[in-house]
Each structure stands twice: as structure tokens, then as C-alpha cells.
């Protein structure tokens, strides 16, 4: 096992009823800015919960943060805060949400080029408190440092973290996520699935246990997946299915391992460019970063195989049918696998691959995966 550090601040408030709380866990006497996207929040009835448990808080509002969260929209968002003096944030949405008031917490105290926040040309030295409600379960953004964004006008998508960006509370009450359609369940449990394969489909690290609470979340997340569909108003469901995702990416799994994120980097630049969800460009993905590093990462893909789909074999036999099996699943969410069936050819590849390679830092667990590679990992998920 490598050396770690690891610290986590997030205080977790779960289950039903729970929007109520904000009223202890934010200061009576903070100038809070609560924000949120697109609408989502005033037609499921969060927004009128969470402005009922904060009626004697003095509130302002910045509306209209998009999914894959918009430079251009959360610098707005900045310049409220420093008009109004706003002293705390209140993210209420999905992950977009929350990265995006991450990064408007950390730029309203910045002095200088707020965008070198993103690209980590400049570190985030201080941040507004924030807390959240999440209402879409995916990114484990809630229990994180994270926070991913991106600038419309040259179609660049980046992550960045820092210890400043952990929220202070995070509220997940499983109901909220009643209104989400079939599309966004999905995209949340292919999320989810990647984050615990980036941190478990590398190569053997003599990490017994977070292999085990790897595949713990996994297996866990396949079961809830399946019966998410046949029982779509089951509360257990709906809280199995959030607890994977905080646990997903909250670092615990990470903890002294090698790790990949190929798939993730990957897909943002194929979000970037042709604005695919982000589920959906790792469900595209992942297939092909496994397929092309399989020799690598052929004995967790046998384990995983072994452990997690119940399957048996010799280790090749194994780790082959690992990938197909994921590929199989993703489908089975209704999830499409293939670039062509978002009309994307051939083109993607090349473009793909110039981005990564203009960025010189080459991807994967083995830090192997240069423009060139990764065109072709592209290509074979035309
Ligand atoms: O904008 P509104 O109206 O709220 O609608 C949203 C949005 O259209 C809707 N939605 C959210 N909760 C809902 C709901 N609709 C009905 N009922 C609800 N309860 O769902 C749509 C998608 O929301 P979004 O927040 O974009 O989804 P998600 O949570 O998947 O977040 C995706 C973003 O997170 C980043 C991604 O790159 C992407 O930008 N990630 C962040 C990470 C992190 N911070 O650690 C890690 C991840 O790997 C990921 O990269
Ligand atoms: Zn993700």
C-alpha cells in the first residue's frame, strides 16, 4: 500500500425530511447566497422546502447554473457575492450545482485571474463556506474537494480540488431524487460505477481492503441498479443508490492505491467538444480505456470479474469478459456504448487525441497514454 494522507470534513446528513436542518447548520446571522440550475428544484418542491427551513435566514438567490456548470455563468454569480457581501453558500441541485458554487466560493476571495483557478495555474488559498442539497446522486461532489468546469467559449472542460472546496454539510435526503428521469438515474450509476473503477481497475496494490470496499460498491450499486428500474418509487432504492455515490468518490476507496481517471479525462474533453453527458461519455469510454490497456490491468479485471459479476475462468478468459459483462450492464441502463449512436465518427478521434497530447500530461496508472493512444482508444468505440 503507498503512503496516504487522508482528511475528510463533511458532515453527512441522510434521509428523509432532512432539508428541515438547514435551519441549525447555517449561522442565523450569515449573508447566504442560495444557487441552484435550472428549475429542476422549484418543480419537485426542494426549493420551497429549503426556503421554508431558512425563512428567518437573510437569503439572495443566483439561479441558472448549468449542467456541466459555465465559467462564463458562475463569474456572475462572483460578482453577487462580492456586491452583497455574501458570507456562506447553499448549493441546492446535482453535481453541476455544487462544482460550480465550489468554484464561485473560492473565486469570490480570489485576487487575480479567477479562471487559473480552474486550469491550477493558481491554487485556491481560501473559499466562502458552502454547504449543499443534493438532489442527484453521481459525483460524490458532496463528500469531496472537487469540482469540475467548464468555458463555453473555447470548449475547454477542466477538474481542480482543494481542501478549501470540501462543503461544510451535505444534506441527502433520497426523495429529492424522485424526479429525476430515467436518463439522469442512469448517467448517476454510470458515474458512480467509474468513480470506483478509477480507483480499483489498476494494477495490484496490496490493498486488500479498499479492493474489497471497491467492490462492495459495485456489486452493491449493480443490485440497487436492476431493481432502481422494476421498483422506481422504492425509498431504499433511491437511498442505496445515493450512499453508493457519496462513497464512490469521497477518497476512502483511494486511499494508498494507484489510480487511472483516463476515462474521466477522456470523457471531459469529449463533453467539451460535442456535449455529451457526462455519463454518457464514460459509458462510451470505459469499454474501449480497458480494452486498450487490458494486458496492464488484467488481474483486476479477473478479480473484478471473480468477485463482482460471479464469473469463472482462467485470468484472460476473465478480464475479457469483465469488460464485456460492463458493457453489457451499461446498456442495460439504456445507455448507449457507442459514438456512432451519437452521430460522432471518425473526426473525434484525431480531435480527442490533439487535445491530450497538446496538454502534455499522458493519462492512465501508468502515465502511458499519450494523444496518440488515446486516438485510438477512441476509435474503437466508434
Ligand atoms: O439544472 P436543474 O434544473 O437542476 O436540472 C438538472 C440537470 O438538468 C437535473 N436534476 C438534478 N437534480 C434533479 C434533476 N432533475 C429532476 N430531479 C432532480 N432531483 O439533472 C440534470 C443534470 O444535473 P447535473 O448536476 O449536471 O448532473 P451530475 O450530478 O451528474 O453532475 C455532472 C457534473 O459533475 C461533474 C461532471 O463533469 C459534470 O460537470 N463531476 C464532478 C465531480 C466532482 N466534483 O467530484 C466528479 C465527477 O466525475 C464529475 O466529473
Ligand atoms: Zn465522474
Request: with cysteine; net charge neutral.
Amino acid at each position: 500500500m503507498q503512503t496516504f494522507t487522508y482528511h475528510n470534513p463533511v458532515q453527512i446528513v441522510f434521509g428523509r425530511e432532512t432539508i428541515a436542518r438547514l435551519r441549525q447548520l447555517i449561522p442565523l446571522s450569515s449573508r447566504l447566497l442560495l444557487t441552484y440550475g435550472q428549475g429542476s428544484i422549484m418543480r419537485n418542491g426542494v426549493y420551497q422546502q429549503v426556503k421554508a427551513a431558512l425563512d428567518k435566514h437573510t437569503v439572495y438567490e443566483f439561479a441558472g447554473l448549468e449542467a456541466n456548470p459555465r465559467y462564463e455563468t458562475c463569474c456572475k454569480a462572483v460578482e453577487l457575492c462580492q456586491r452583497e457581501r455574501i458570507d456562506f453558500l447553499l448549493a441546492v441541485g446535482g453535481g453541476s450545482v455544487l462544482d460550480g458554487s465550489k468554484w464561485i466560493a473560492a473565486a469570490a476571495l480570489h485576487q487575480g485571474d479567477p479562471w487559473q483557478l480552474v486550469t491550477r495555474e493558481a491554487m485556491v488559498q481560501q473559499a466562502l463556506p458552502l454547504g449543499c442539497v443534493l438532489t442527484l446522486p453521481a459525483t460524490g461532489s458532496e463528500m469531496n474537494g472537487f469540482a469540475v468546469i467548464s468555458r463555453q467559449a473555447t470548449q475547454e472542460k477542466y477538474g481542480f480540488g482543494s481542501p478549501h472546496l470540501y462543503p461544510r454539510f451535505a444534506i441527502l435526503d433520497p426523495t429529492t431524487t424522485f424526479s429525476l428521469d430515467q436518463r439522469q438515474i442512469a448517467n448517476g450509476i454510470v458515474d458512480t460505477f467509474v468513480h470506483v473503477t478509477e480507483q480499483y481497475i489498476t494494477t495490484p496494490c496490496a490493498a486488500p481492503l479498499q479492493d474489497r470496499q471497491a467492490e462492495a460498491i459495485l456489486a452493491t450499486l449493480v443490485e440497487e441498479a436492476a431493481k432502481v428500474q422494476r421498483q422506481p418509487d422504492s425509498y431504499e432504492v433511491r437511498a442505496n443508490l445515493m450512499w453508493c455515490a457519496t462513497q464512490g468518490l469521497n477518497g476512502l476507496i483511494g486511499c494508498g492505491v494507484v489510480q487511472d481517471w483516463a476515462t474521466h479525462l477522456i470523457g471531459h474533453e469529449l463533453t467539451a467538444l460535442y456535449g455529451l453527458d457526462h455519463g454518457q461519455s464514460l459509458a462510451v469510454l470505459l469499454p474501449g480505456v480497458w480494452q486498450y490497456t487490458r494486458n496492464a490491468k488484467q488481474a483486476k479485471l479477473a478479480q473484478f470479474a471473480r468477485r463482482v459479476w460471479g464469473q469463472q475462468g482462467n485470468e484472460e478468459e476473465l478480464a475479457q469478459s469483465a469488460i464485456s459483462t460492463t458493457e453489457s450492464f451499461f446498456r442495460s441502463l439504456g445507455v448507449k456504448t457507442r459514438l456512432s449512436e451519437y452521430g460522432i465518427g471518425e473526426e473525434a478521434a484525431q480531435a480527442v487525441g490533439e487535445r491530450i497530447e497538446a496538454r502534455g500530461m499522458p493519462l492512465g496508472e501508468l502515465a502511458n497514454l499519450g494523444g496518440k493512444e488515446v486516438a485510438a482508444i477512441v476509435r474503437l468505440r466508434l
